[in-house]
């Protein structure tokens, strides 16, 4: 299974993006599914989750500002990106594994992701 992230870019400060990630052939009946980004010099830093339950955990500082969402008939995640900062500036990754357990808790209490797949990245640049 490859995950592909696309939508990234450049934008202005206040600005919106919509993140997908895609992954076909992706199908388990529980799953969990994220976002993550990293900026140059900094560790990985976890957005949001969300379990086949169709729960979801946002990382407090962008829980307003962000959303994540996923279209089980097109095997496709999402991350809308609303209000952007300069500081949001980071290559953004998409990630998938089974389970849902331990799914929100990788956000919530900062646990170790066990996810079987991670897409390449893609930049986001806010200026």
């Known amino acids: 299974v490859q995950l592909v992230e696309s939508g990234g870019g450049s934008v202005q400060a206040g600005g919106s993006l919509r993140l997908s990630c895609a992954a076909p052939?992706?199908?388990?009946?529980?799953?969990?599914m994220g976002w993550f980004r990293q900026a140059p010099g900094k560790a990985r830093e976890g957005i949001a989750v969300?379990?086949?339950?169709?729960?979801?955990a946002y990382a407090e500082s962008m829980k307003d500002r962000f959303t994540i969402s996923v279209d089980n008939a097109k095997n496709t995640l999402y991350l809308q990106m609303n209000s952007l900062k300069p500081e949001d500036t980071a290559t953004y990754y998409c990630?998938?594994?089974?389970?849902?357990?331990?799914?929100?808790?990788?956000?919530?209490?900062?646990?170790?992701?066990?996810?079987?797949?991670w897409g390449h990245g893609t930049q986001v640049t806010v200026s």
């Open positions: 990630a998938a594994g089974q389970g849902v357990g331990w799914c929100l808790d990788v956000i919530r209490v900062g646990a170790e992701p066990d996810f079987d797949y």
């Open positions: 052939g992706y199908r388990y009946d529980t799953y969990c």
């Open positions: 969300i379990d086949s339950d169709g729960d979801t």
